[in-house]
Nanobody, 120 residues
Framework: QVQLRESGGGSVQAGGSMRLSCVAS?????IGWFRQAPAREREGVAA????????YYADSLKGRFTISRDNAKRAVYLQMNSLTPEDTAMYYC????????????????WGQGTQVTVSS
């Protein structure tokens, strides 16, 4: 059993930055970040493999978002820069052994989410 706890969400003005954290208890292999905006489907944001340096990003977010990990702290971070109102969403981290990083069903464990609100 893996429990995930997200933190770092909140409100920020457009152009600002925010760093989300996901701390895992229990064993895990890879962590993905997903987000869901109101009236939209959940989408993959980024993922990182814990046994390698491989990181994956949604094409539309490359260059603005950076995922990183600290295995000693069992934490994965999502640094988000140049935020826009379109980034407003509930952000979730998920853990598992995904074969396809953007596929939700490939992740077994999910956190409760942390809200990010970007105002114009």
């Amino acid at each position: 059993q893996v429990q995930l706890r997200e933190s770092g969400g909140g409100s920020v003005q457009a152009g600002g930055s925010m760093r989300l954290s996901c701390v895992a208890s229990g064993p895990y292999v890879s962590i993905g970040w997903f987000r869901q905006a109101p009236a939209r489907e959940r989408e993959g944001v980024a993922a990182i493999w814990t046994d390698s340096d491989n990181a994956y990003y949604a094409d539309s977010l490359k260059g603005r978002f950076t995922i990183s990990r600290d295995n000693a702290k069992r934490a994965v971070y999502l640094q988000m820069n140049s935020l826009t109102p379109e980034d407003t969403a509930m952000y979730y981290c998920a853990a598992g052994t995904p074969a396809r990083w953007q596929v939700e069903s490939d992740y077994r464990y999910w956190g409760q989410g942390t809200q990010v609100t970007v105002s114009s």
